[in-house]
């Protein structure tokens, strides 16, 4: 039953991609923040993958190692009778690229979907195995 | 008797745990499809099978491309099976920039192919089983 790892390893795929997509709904939700709690336009965040080792030096799974935020200046706008423009009239709002974040989803589900599908094929064949003689 | 028995299961015994095994290997492989610098891996199945049960195909070579230590300093390949075969690093058709050497394409057709073998190893299995069943509840 060596195969049940791949569960191990498909689902830590699923668990890295899930976080991914929570990373982009947050980007995409605040594409037009113009300041957070801290008084600062929101920044990008992304998701970085590393291999994770479980043991077989092969069979490998992956993990998310951090989340960094992206450093790119905010857009500025300017928009003077806005209540946060500073003093030359501009606003500054987060520096998520819209276009980027929608790519990253299509992405993250089509590595989602094709981690459910492995689960599922994994599945049906230990299945198969169980009934093996019967 | 059991001798008999493993000669006629064994092949097919051997069959399906290198495939749960390639299985496993493939879905690591599509697991980290997004993973810079993972580099795809997989095994020659043909050499691993006849290493398991030890059976010289007619005709076939034996495999000369494992990599020889021929001196103390030699570096051994990365990873080696139960069995003694290699898990080898997959050659990209179209490198990427994040130095990821996974082709969807290629991991997702030899999981669904490997997938189906695994069946038909399974299958050939149920049916020895059952031709001994049917012989040994006769008479």
Same mark, same amino acid.
């Given at each position: ?7 191990? =390893? &498909? @689902? ?7 976080? !991914?997509?929570? *990373?982009? %709904? ?7 923040? =113009? &300041? @957070? ?7 990008? !965040?992304?998701? *970085?993958? %590393? ?8 069979? &490998? @799974? ?22 946060? &423009? ?49 | ?139």
């Amino acid at each position: 039953m060596s195969m049940i790892k791949v569960f191990d =390893v &498909a @689902g830590s795929a699923v668990s890295s991609q899930s976080q !991914r997509l929570n *990373v982009v %709904a947050s980007n995409l939700a605040n594409a037009d923040s =113009v &300041a @957070g709690p801290d008084g600062q336009p929101y920044k990008a !965040r992304h998701v *970085v993958f %590393a291999t994770q080792q479980t043991g077989d030096p092969a069979a &490998a @799974g992956v993990r998310v190692t951090g989340i960094v935020t992206d450093q790119t200046p905010g857009r500025r706008t300017f928009d003077p009778k806005h209540p946060m &423009a500073d003093g030359e009239g501009y606003v500054t709002t987060s520096n998520v690229n819209v276009v980027e974040e929608m790519v990253n989803m299509i992405s993250a589900s089509r590595s989602y979907q094709t981690s459910v599908e492995v689960m599922n094929t994994a599945k049906t064949l230990l299945l198969k195995t169980l009934t093996l003689g019967s | 008797m059991t001798d008999k028995l493993d000669g006629l299961l064994g092949f097919h015994a051997e069959a399906l745990k290198l495939r749960a095994r390639r299985q496993e290997l493939l879905a690591a492989n599509l697991a980290n499809g997004d993973t810079p610098h993972y580099k795809a891996v997989d095994f020659k199945f043909a050499d691993a099978l006849r290493a398991a049960t030890g059976a010289q195909a007619t005709g076939a070579p034996a495999p000369t491309d494992a990599l020889a230590r021929t001196r103390p300093g030699h570096i051994a390949s990365p990873a080696r099976m139960a069995n003694g075969t290699e898990t080898l690093y997959r050659t990209p058709v179209q490198p990427s920039v994040d130095g990821n050497t996974v082709d969807m394409d290629v991991e997702r057709a030899q999981f669904a192919d490997n997938a189906v073998r695994y069946e038909a190893a399974l299958q050939f299995l149920n049916h020895h089983i059952k031709t001994l069943l049917a012989a040994s509840s006769q008479g």
